[in-house]
């Protein structure tokens, strides 16, 4: 199906015995259950984008079901095939449906913002590795609240049973074969988690579906201070009137602990309290002020024990492993560099840093895995000299320090949490 120069009447033949096959294994159901979820939660129209769209089943089954509910949807398909978005186009109008179709390359060309809800459909097990891991991150940069990604689950069950589906639910020769291969094609549910995070989705779940499918489910936390930003960006697309108080206070002196092991005297003299809070608008385009432009997350492998706080008798007890450092030398440029790539971003654009110092080896870490001069970092130490490791406080008083000083920018906030997890955030 992928091939530009199928015949056109065998190409549509394809999307309807598709379209067929996708009622049975209920596609639209997949997705719609957490998107109705959120528009419950919040209580107003919900924007969605579906990436890969063929010929437009999920887009149409969501505008019939959310009509039924009286649950507004904004939705927009989007596919790189022309003939796919005409066939799709023409579905719509015939149904009366409120559905828009455009031509976009999801992989090359860069997504639209500030959807609610961001779904991909059958289209993942079409990609490598490489090309899943960056689809992701796209997918996450561009989304407010969700992303859910239904695809095939590779097993010797599920070849089996698209095998026999295909030959019984349609007479489409290329269904015939795409269906098949597809499942030999897809990933398994491990390969999934793995995919999800390469591409920082921190918190995402991934789950079998009936009859053999899956269902990654990732929605935007708020733990750190970039997602702090990002949720503030988010209230204020939704109402350009807003305007948002972010605070981030952090009191580590009461978790002061006694004791002589080495991570606890680390801890101790590392952390210290601090406070302080930033207000959030809608930019005008003469506006002078820094500007959020995206946010990304990144769950490092093998890194559980890197950062961690533990509930004891006494407080909560902070511990930092002597393999943060070298955790952050191995995988924090690979994720970085792939992550402003789907923005359209490399890292030698980049002209300021703010970056989060857990400690000088945690700077200097940082600045040999991205090649960055301590000149560079220079704020970022001065403000741990300062006022030590305050914690999610302390990005914003780098970034405070920054503007003072009239830093050019892009500028990148970078900061660290347990898990061992890294959040950025692409500042212009």
């Known amino acids: 199906m992928d091939r530009p120069d199928l ?8 999307l309807t015995g598709l379209a067929r096959l996708n009622w049975l294994s209920g596609s639209v159901g997949l997705v719609w259950s957490p998107i109705a979820e959120l528009g419950s939660r919040l209580g107003r129209p919900l924007s969605v984008l579906d990436l890969a769209t063929g010929g437009g089943d999920v887009p149409l089954g969501l505008w019939r079901r959310a009509r039924r509910v009286g649950l507004d949807l904004e939705i927009c398909g989007v596919d790189v095939s022309p003939r796919a978005v005409e066939f799709a186009r023409t579905r719509a109008q015939r149904a009366g449906a409120a ?5 976009l390359n999801a992989l090359d060309d860069e997504l639209p913002r500030n959807f609610d809800v961001v779904v991909c459909s059958l289209f993942l097990h079409h990609l490598d590795g490489a090309e899943a891991v960056t689809l992701l991150a796209k997918m ?11 695809d095939l689950a590779r097993s010797r069950l599920g ?3 698209v095998y026999f589906a295909t030959r019984v639910l349609t007479t489409s020769s290329v269904v015939w074969v795409d269906g098949p291969r597809s499942v030999r094609a897809a990933f398994t549910l491990e390969e999934a988690r793995d995919l999800a995070r390469a591409a920082g989705l921190v918190g995402f779940k991934v789950s079998r579906r009936w009859p053999c499918r899956m269902l990654l489910e990732w929605t935007r936390s708020t733990d750190l201070p970039p997602n702090a930003l990002r949720a503030a960006q988010a209230w204020v697309d939704a109402d350009p009137a807003a305007v948002v108080l972010v605070c981030a206070v952090e009191l580590c002196s009461l978790h002061f602990q006694y004791g002589c092991d080495p991570d606890t005297l680390v801890a101790n003299a590392l952390f210290a309290d601090g406070a302080a809070a930033l207000v959030g608008r809608s930019a005008t385009s003469d506006d002078e002020a820094w500007r959020m432009v995206a946010a990304g997350s990144n769950l490092m492998p093998d890194a559980e024990d890197g950062m961690t706080w533990r509930i004891g008798n006494h407080g909560f007890q902070m511990t930092l ?24 971003r490399r890292l030698e654009d980049l002209n300021s840093w703010a970056v989060h110092p857990g400690g000088p080896r945690i700077l200097t870490s940082v600045a040999k895995s991205l090649g960055l001069s301590e000149e560079t970092l220079a704020t970022s ?5 300062e006022c030590g490791n305050m914690s999610s406080p302390t990005v914003l008083f780098i970034l405070q320090r ?8 892009p500028c990148l906030a970078l900061g660290f ?4 997890v890294a959040e950025a955030a692409l500042l212009e």
């Open 7 to 14: 015949d056109q009447r065998l190409h549509q033949q394809a």
């Open 99 to 103: 559905v828009r179709f455009v031509e």
């Open 140 to 150: 996450a940069a561009a989304t407010r609240h969700l992303v859910l990604v239904n």
């Open 159 to 161: 070849l089996l049973a």
């Open 321 to 344: 492993s002597p393999r943060v450092p070298d955790l952050i030398g191995a995988h924090l440029r690979p994720w970085l560099e792939a992550w402003l790539a789907s923005l359209g």
């Open 381 to 385: 130490a001065e403000i741990l000299a």
């Open 402 to 409: 920054l503007q003072q000083q009239g830093a050019r920018r």
């Open 417 to 420: 949490g347990p898990g061992l």
